[in-house]
């Protein structure tokens, strides 16, 4: 069991703060430009560096409850990224495959925060796993990462790839 799983039994709930980033454009090292969230909002980066572990699987986040369907904000193919502007406060995200895993966020104005995804080893089927990053680890991934497709950006506020400036590849 995850400690932050333990926690929030423990707890009741569990806020987690992932690595925020005021008015950043190009984590150091970057591949790619992160524009500033617009002001008064905040933004974060969902990403998944390309892996053998899971690679035909997806990871699609979810926010908040109701049906995968309902809730989805986009899907991380393998070596994947996308960028979700937001308002302030605090935002449940989750996914699910063989298990499920959520994080809750506390998205600040004016700052970029950073969520990873992998797909680690599970019984019948890999176990998605959202854990906070930083600018530093998208970095490092960020030479084989593409943005994810427009047609596979459900939620208002998912950049577009016209609105970063990138052709999409897959």
Known sequence: MKIATIMAALSGSLLLVAAPVHAQHTPEGSEITIPA??????????FRSGS????????????????????????????????????PG??????????????????????????????????????????PSDGATFAEASDGLNLVDDDDMHAPGVMRAA????????
């Open 37 to 46: 969230p617009p002001e008064g909002m905040g933004q974060i980066v969902f």
């Open 90 to 131: 605090a935002h449940e995200f989750w996914v699910r495959n063989e298990n499920t895993d959520g994080i809750t966020l506390l998205v600040e104005p004016d700052e970029t925060q950073f969520v990873r995804c992998r797909i680690k080893m599970g019984i019948m089927s890999g176990r998605p796993d959202m854990a």
């Open 52 to 87: 053998m572990m899971g690679m035909a699987m997806g990871c699609q986040v979810n926010e908040g409850e109701g049906e995968p369907d309902e809730a989805k904000v986009s899907s991380l193919g393998n070596g994947k990224y996308f960028i979700l502007q937001t308002t």
């Open 163 to 170: 609105a970063l400036g990138v052709t999409p590849e897959d």
